[in-house]
Structure formats: structure tokens, C-alpha cells
């Protein structure tokens, strides 16, 4: 087996997930701890005209897996595929992110090797030798860090938000290797790519979000964090307790039930910083958080902290920022 981990980063239609980026960043830091290579891999149509964007991310190669039943991503195709290329690579570990289509083949994938898949894992520690990664447990009450056992490839996906698409380290471009993919039979009829309700918002998309939490009082509030998420031309998003009260749509929620975001600003209006909301949004670049408690919990991670009353200092602020922005 080599000494290398594989990152199968997602593209669909010729587009890059850019959570793709997040998980090729926690993989150069592994590979930069472990001192394994690091490789990836492009699976689908379009493969090739993808890879050239990743071979320069600081990476030793990179292979553009293509062929004529991959044209429609289908869970048999993609698992077909990826299952054949490596059982002759042989990596020690393959990391993906965890989206939608990574959930749909991961599982088949790695049973179909006979191996194990530690999913959605919110990082990693190296103990000794070993590799754990760390996974949320009973619904986000606890962290539990996780090692495989056997022998590998072993395959792990990364939560969205896990590590920061920016502190990816760019290289010299690396070799493409283009590989005809070897697809036994596909038994999935391709149906349209799924998309989320058309009301539903992508918060990862976000630069900026203004998130409120039940320091925010009343539903008839909100509408002040809406104000300061329009001056800066953010998105509003929320704690669970606004979302579970109907003041805000479900889809607006931030946390381990909710959406995992790493915005370049998250502004915590009100929020206690319970566990279950910091792992959607401790990603985040920089966080300001505006609590009257100073003890509250979000301050640990806060890169500003503000002790106060959100009503006296949100208002002023909206002021500021249309000020600043000249509107
Ligand atoms: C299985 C499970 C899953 C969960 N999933 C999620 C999830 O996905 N997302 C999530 O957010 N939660 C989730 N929770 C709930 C979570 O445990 C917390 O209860 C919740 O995050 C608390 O929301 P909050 O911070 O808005 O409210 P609180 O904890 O009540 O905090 C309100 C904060 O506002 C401050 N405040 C009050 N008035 C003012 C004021 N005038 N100015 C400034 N600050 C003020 C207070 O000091 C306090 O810190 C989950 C819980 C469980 C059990």
C-alpha cells in the first residue's frame, strides 16, 4: 500500500464544489504531518478540464478519471469507477468532501472494498502513529474521535466548514494523468441533478452572514438583523431556537442541524454559542459576536468579542456601515 492519500474532489457539469478546496486543505495539513504523498482525483465528465485548476494546489498528481458511462453521474458508475482505480493505486486513505453525491456512492464504495468509511468528520488528530478523526456523536451531544482499524484504503469525508478553502497551499503544476475509467454494470436510471427547493438558500455561498439568536427577543427583531445583513450585503441566518419558533424559514439555520457555513464574516447577534451551533460556523474567517453575558461561550471562539446590548449597538452600527458604504 502506498503512502498516500487521494482527495476525490466533486464537480458536477463542469463546475468544482469548492468545499472540494476545504477538503484538499485539511488534506495537504495531514499530508504535511504524516509526510504521505498527496494526489487527487477528478471522476466524471469534464474530469480533464478540471484538473489543470487542481494540479497547481500544491498536490504531486492528479488524475482526470473520464468514460462514457460516467457522461450522468450515477452512484454504480462513480463507485465503479473510483472502486477500480483504487484497488490499483492503493492509497492509505481517500478523503472526500461530504456533499449530497459524496453521501450517495461513499457508503457503496467503500463496502464494496471492504472497507470503512468514517463520514462527515468534523477533523482529524494524529495519535502516535495513528490517524482520528473526529465525528459528532447522539445528535451533536458529543465528539468522538474515531480510528480504523484493518487494512485499508480507508476513506473519510469532511464536513462542510471543517477546514478553510483559503489557507489551501498553491504548487508548481503537478502532473494530469487522464484515465479511461473501468464502469461495470450501471444499474441507475440518470435522473436530474437534485436541487433544493427553490426557496431554500445555500448559506455556504455566503461571504458575509448576520446569524441571531433568542437574545433577539421577539420575532418582530429580526427584522433589525435584516437591516445590518442588507447594509453589508449578507445573508440572515439563525440559531435553532429562532428557526424551531418560526421566526425564520428551517433552511436558515446554522448548526449541527442545520447548514455548516464558513463565511468570510459571521456576526453572532444573541447566541449563547452552544456546541451545536458552533460547529456550523466555527469555520467561519472572522467572528464577531455581540453578547451582553461575557461569559457566554461564543467568546471563545469569537475573533471580536463585543459585551453589550445587541439593541443599543446593532442600530448605530447599520448606520455606520451605510455611512461607510455611502448609501
Ligand atoms: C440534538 C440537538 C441539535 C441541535 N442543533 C442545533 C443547531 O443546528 N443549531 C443551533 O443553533 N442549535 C442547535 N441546538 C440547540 C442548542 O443546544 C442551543 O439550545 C441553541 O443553539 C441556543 O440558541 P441561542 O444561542 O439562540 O439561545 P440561548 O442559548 O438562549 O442564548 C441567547 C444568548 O443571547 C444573549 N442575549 C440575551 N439578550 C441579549 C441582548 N439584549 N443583547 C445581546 N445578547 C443578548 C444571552 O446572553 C445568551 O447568551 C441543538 C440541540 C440539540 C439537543
Redesign the pocket.
Known amino acids: 500500500m502506498a503512502d498516500t492519500i487521494l482527495v476525490v474532489v466533486e464537480q458536477r457539469q463542469g463546475k468544482l464544489n469548492p468545499v472540494s478546496y476545504e477538503t484538499l486543505a485539511g488534506a495537504q495539513q495531514l499530508a504535511a504531518e504524516t509526510g504521505w504523498a498527496l494526489e487527487a482525483a477528478v471522476v466524471g465528465e469534464n474530469a480533464a478540464a478540471i484538473a489543470p485548476d487542481i494540479a497547481t494546489k500544491k498536490v504531486a498528481k492528479v488524475y482526470a478519471i473520464e468514460g462514457e458511462k460516467l457522461k450522468a453521474y450515477t452512484p454504480d458508475g462513480f463507485a465503479s469507477a473510483l472502486k477500480a482505480f483504487i484497488q490499483s493505486k492503493q492509497p492509505k486513505l481517500v478523503l472526500m468532501p461530504h456533499t449530497y453525491q459524496v453521501r450517495d456512492f461513499a457508503p457503496k464504495l467503500a463496502t464494496a472494498m471492504n472497507s470503512t468509511l468514517i463520514s462527515d468528520a468534523t477533523g482529524y488528530r494524529k495519535d502516535g502513529d495513528r490517524v482520528l478523526f473526529t465525528r459528532q456523536m447522539?445528535?451533536?451531544?458529543f465528539a468522538a474521535d474515531v480510528a480504523f482499524t484493518g487494512p485499508g484504503p480507508h476513506f473519510a469525508t469532511f464536513q462542510a466548514g471543517a477546514f478553510r478553502a483559503d489557507k489551501i497551499e498553491s504548487g508548481a503544476a503537478a502532473p494530469i494523468e487522464n484515465v479511461s475509467a473501468e464502469v461495470a454494470d450501471v444499474r441507475n436510471k440518470p435522473e436530474e441533478v437534485f436541487k433544493e427547493a427553490k426557496q431554500a438558500v445555500d448559506l455556504t455561498q455566503a461571504d458575509i452572514i448576520v446569524s441571531?439568536?433568542?437574545?433577539?427577543?421577539e420575532q418582530k427583531n429580526i427584522e433589525l438583523a435584516k437591516q445590518l445583513a442588507d447594509a453589508l450585503g449578507g445573508e440572515i441566518a439563525?440559531?435553532?431556537?429562532?428557526?424551531d419558533a418560526g421566526w425564520l424559514p428551517m433552511d436558515r439555520?446554522?448548526?449541527?442541524?442545520?447548514q455548516t457555513v464558513a463565511p468570510k464574516l459571521y456576526l453572532a447577534?444573541?447566541?449563547?454559542?452552544?456546541?451545536?451551533?458552533l460547529?456550523?460556523m466555527k469555520g467561519s474567517r472572522s467572528i464577531i459576536a455581540?453578547?451582553?453575558?461575557s461569559e457566554?461561550?461564543?467568546f471563545e471562539i469569537a475573533d471580536v468579542a463585543v459585551v453589550?446590548?445587541?439593541?443599543d449597538?446593532v442600530p448605530p452600527l447599520i448606520e455606520e456601515v451605510k455611512k461607510a458604504k455611502g448609501v
Open positions: 447522539f445528535q451533536g451531544k441571531v439568536g433568542r437574545g433577539i427577543k439563525a440559531s435553532r431556537p429562532i428557526c439555520q446554522i448548526g449541527s442541524s442545520g447577534l444573541g447566541i449563547s454559542g452552544a456546541i451545536q451551533h460547529v456550523g455581540i453578547n451582553k453575558d457566554a461561550p461564543i453589550g446590548n445587541l439593541f449597538i
